[in-house]
């Protein structure tokens, strides 16, 4: 089994429900807007399955692999901007 994180950008409010539900059964304890999801080969393929079957072309949904021992590089911080837009460093 290996480790991946999920994040998603959906345009459609009902899309968005649907997605984030079949996310979120894959989901261990974590972040709320980045779902870390331990999966088989097997598990990976159904997901994949099952998100491309509810997106849209317009969405956007990464999977990315996440190394075993994951190495920490330090501690991000937030610089606030104008309209409530967020950098993260």
Known sequence: MAGFLIVYDIFNQKRLRKIKKIVYSYRV??????????????????????????????????????????????KATSLELENNAFIIV
């Open 29 to 74: 304890e974590g972040q709320k807007s980045a779902i870390e999801s331990p999966l088989t080969k097997s598990h990976l393929k159904t997901l994949v399955s099952e998100l491309n079957y509810f997106s849209d072309e317009k969405d956007k949904i990464n999977i990315i692999y996440v190394e075993q021992d994951p190495i920490c590089l330090g």
